[in-house]
């Protein structure tokens, strides 16, 4: 038995994933059953816990908007009025097409990247000619540069009034306005205008909100990162190096201790803003959750609207038929008294000729 080896010593292991995330982190959590907090302490190492996941999780964003993330797209070109006081003119170059959005670099710097849309579907699709009328325009790749912002949710926009796929049967429109429903499964990205549209939107759906959550922080990350290393600072605390060139440049010495103070003011700034940024997705959530319910209700008081008011037009519809109906058997009767009272004076008139020729006699 000694001699016997393992299958392992001989063949590989594989993992699924990237090289960079096979050690996991120490602190790292499985996710089990939610536990119900009861004091401060466990709040706060759900936060801690809810941190390091989400960190985790902004340091794998880069690498899958690079392998892709598939989505269902609508590209929305918007026209401001003429001089003359026209209205705007909303134009959708793309409408609820399977795309592929990844992120291509195409130097050292995040400003030279940009957001790739490949159109999704095999043989079948092409056979079928789903994607025939899509504006190939509208596919051509959105620089990070040109990105103004991120938003949650399909904003400018009523995410229940997007169009459809062109060649859809009406049953199809159906189902594909229940998908459109949910408004937490949308995103939006604002562009920079362009002489043909005064506002470009790139509207997104996902498949869960736990996705939607993750590529919107993804790229809000990216962009802050584009600012930050590439574009206006926020920051007091930098170093210009035009400042002192060549021989001018003297080496300051600094006590270690107040570099560390400087370094833990700032994790703790860092820390601040983290845990109130996550907490503030929380009541985002909750607010779509609630959102999602009143358009529930709204659509439930519509339809039930639409019933009574569909009940009353057949109610109305009845009464305007009974109404006729009693009117024609008035009608009739005034008719049938008009006949009984010439009868009458007929048998009248007939008695009294009899009588008459009975005296006679």
Not at 14 to 20: D, E, L, S, T, Y
Not at 124 to 130: D, M, Q
Not at 280 to 308: A, I, T
Not at 314 to 331: F, G, H, Y
Request: contains cysteine; proline residues 2%.
């Amino acid at each position: 038995m000694a001699s016997l080896k393992a299958s392992t010593d001989f063949l590989p292991m594989i993992r699924r994933g990237f090289a960079a995330s096979e050690e996991k982190d120490a602190d790292e959590v499985a996710v089990g059953w939610k536990i119900e907090i009861r004091n401060r302490k466990e709040r706060e190492e759900a936060l801690k816990t809810e941190v390091h996941k989400f960190e985790h999780k902004m340091k794998k964003m880069a690498h899958l908007l690079e392998e892709g993330v598939d989505v269902v797209m609508w590209q929305l070109n918007r026209t401001a009025p003429d001089m003359s006081g026209g209205e705007t003119v909303d134009d959708f170059a793309l409408k609820a097409s399977n795309v592929s959005v990844k992120m291509h670099r195409r130097g050292e710097y995040l400003v030279q990247a940009d957001l790739t849309f490949i159109l999704r579907g095999g043989y079948l699709s092409k056979a079928i000619g789903r994607n025939r009328n899509v504006d190939k325009t509208a596919l051509e790749p959105l620089s990070l540069h040109d990105i103004l912002e991120v938003r949650a949710g399909c904003s400018g926009h009523d995410h229940t009034e997007l169009p459809t796929a062109s060649g859809k049967t009406k049953k199809k429109k159906e189902s594909k306005s229940n998908d459109n429903k949910q408004a937490s499964l949308f995103m939006t990205i604002k562009a920079t205008p362009t002489p043909v549209a005064s506002a470009r939107s790139y509207i997104f759906r996902f498949k869960s909100r736990t996705t939607r959550n993750d590529v919107l922080n993804g790229l809000r990350s990216i962009l802050a990162d584009l600012q930050i290393y590439e574009g206006v600072s926020i920051s007091n605390l930098h170093t210009s190096e035009d400042a002192f060139d060549g021989d001018e440049r003297e080496e300051i010495m600094v006590p270690l201790s107040a570099v560390h103070q400087v370094m833990d003011r700032e994790r703790e700034n860092y820390d601040r803003i983290l845990l109130m940024m996550l907490q503030g997705g929380e009541d985002l959530k909750e607010k779509e959750d609630e959102l999602l319910k009143l358009r529930d209700k709204l659509e439930n008081f519509v339809d039930e609207s639409k019933e009574r008011d569909r009940v009353q037009a057949n109610d109305s519809k009845l009464i305007m038929q009974l109404s006729k109906k009693l009117e024609t058997l008035l009608m009739e009767n005034e008719d049938l008294r008009d006949q009984s009272d010439r009868l009458n004076m007929r048998l009248v008139t007939v008695e009294a000729e009899a009588m008459s020729i009975s005296g006679r006699s």
